[in-house]
């Protein structure tokens, strides 16, 4: 589909380039460097006809919204935007593009959406049991740590093996100064986990005695070999819970509104809790003392950001249910809000919450029994083998 619409978009602009262009002079003024660019004041509106999106359109440094048109894609057919804003009472994904100069921009998305979804129907509802497993790994790291390239790395070639898909990562950055994406709540993590150096990597929340590290013969695939193990001995185990969940948020409201909905399948203590991640974040300045990987890694864009959590102490989350024990057979309910100005968020779009499970198996600690990813406006059912 994205192939489509991008031969869609060039058929377009070799056919339309005069009538699309602010400008009908060909030459680029002077002054104006650097890529045209349409951007969004929200990712998501409501759809309540009056939640708007307000469009910008950049080229390079200079504000170029007055003179550039905006368009909206319709089927096969492209409409100029009457004004600079978007609002619909129709829910889906809506694409854009500007044009100016005889030059087209990128498309972008707004996603139209519901103020709160409801939980997606169990394809099972009466299975409490073979649900589907998913380890958590806490990756500490930080802009400031020489080696942690080298546990990024080794990190990018896990996720090109079969466990991986069933491993939620989540970067939790701390320790060392110097990075805008330590927060209180990454610091709060790495706290009530004991975590104190980096790199490091723990598992379903174990004690930190248990954190991969790094060793001086390390390569990136060795580094993703012993992940791969350490998360295969996990994954052998069976999951006692199962978790669905609905995640509701928009730049207007605010917040972001998160419901679960957790099967138990085996008598026990359990707490649950949510975190709020960011991917695909622009940060400069990661130190390395691996230069010969910066030819095949990315180290300037950082995914699986921690961002904010639910609870803070004790990290585990709260009681499930609100009950010290829960029954097999069980199925109860959690819910919370985080208000956006709590955080830091770059770009809502690439937001999503990772909903845990956690159990007390033996006296008073409590690790990862059962986790989910859900992003943002979306929806996840219950999953079994």
């Not at 009538?19 to 004041?41: F, I, K, Q, V, Y």
């Not at 968020?345 to 159990?359: E, H, K, P, Y």
Request: proline share 3%.
């Amino acid at each position: 589909m994205k192939k489509y619409w991008n031969l869609l978009l060039c058929s377009f602009l070799l056919v339309f380039t005069v009538g699309c262009s602010g400008n009908s002079d060909g030459d680029e003024p002077e002054g104006e460097t650097g890529e045209l660019l349409l951007t969004s004041s929200a990712a998501y509106i409501e759809n309540n006809g009056t939640d708007q999106a307000v469009f910008t359109v950049m080229k390079g440094k200079k504000n170029v919204t007055a003179e550039a048109k905006i368009y909206q894609k319709k089927g096969g057919s492209y409409d100029v935007l009457p004004s600079t804003s978007f609002s619909s009472k129709a829910q889906g994904e809506y694409s854009f593009f500007a044009s100016y100069n005889n030059e087209m921009s990128p498309a972008i998305t707004v996603t139209v959406t519901s103020a709160l979804l409801d939980l997606p129907a169990d394809p099972q509802p009466n299975k409490f049991e073979g649900f589907k497993h998913n380890v958590l790994a806490v990756q500490a790291t930080s802009l400031g740590c020489v080696y942690c390239p080298m546990m990024i790395a080794g990190l990018t070639e896990y996720e090109k093996l079969a466990e991986s898909k069933n491993t939620l990562v989540v970067a939790a950055h701390g320790i060392m100064d110097g990075d805008d994406m330590i927060s209180n709540y990454s610091t709060g993590v790495l706290q009530g986990l004991s975590l104190k150096s980096a790199p490091a990597l723990l598992f379903n929340m174990r004690p930190s005695s248990e954190a991969l590290e790094l060793k001086s013969s390390d390569t990136p695939a060795k580094v993703a070999a012993r992940i791969q193990t350490a998360a295969g001995d996990f994954l052998k185990a069976d999951a006692n819970t199962a978790i669905s969940a609905a995640v509701s948020g928009t730049e207007t409201s605010g917040s972001i509104k998160v419901t679960a909905a957790i099967k138990v399948g085996k008598a026990g203590k359990y707490r649950i809790c949510a975190w709020i991640v960011e991917d695909n974040i622009y940060a400069t300045g990661q130190l390395n003392s691996y230069p010969a990987l910066e030819a095949d890694y990315d180290f300037k864009h950082h995914s699986n950001v921690l961002r904010c959590t639910s609870s803070t102490s004790p990290i585990t989350g709260v009681n499930l249910g609100g009950k010290t024990e829960c029954q097999a057979g069980e199925t109860l309910m959690f819910s919370h809000e985080f208000s956006l100005s709590s955080m830091s968020v770059t770009n809502l779009a690439n937001a999503r919450v990772v909903f845990i499970v956690t159990q007390s198996e033996s006296g008073a600690r409590y690790t990862v029994d059962n986790a989910i990813s859900c992003g943002l406006n979306s929806q996840v059912k219950f999953e079994y083998k």
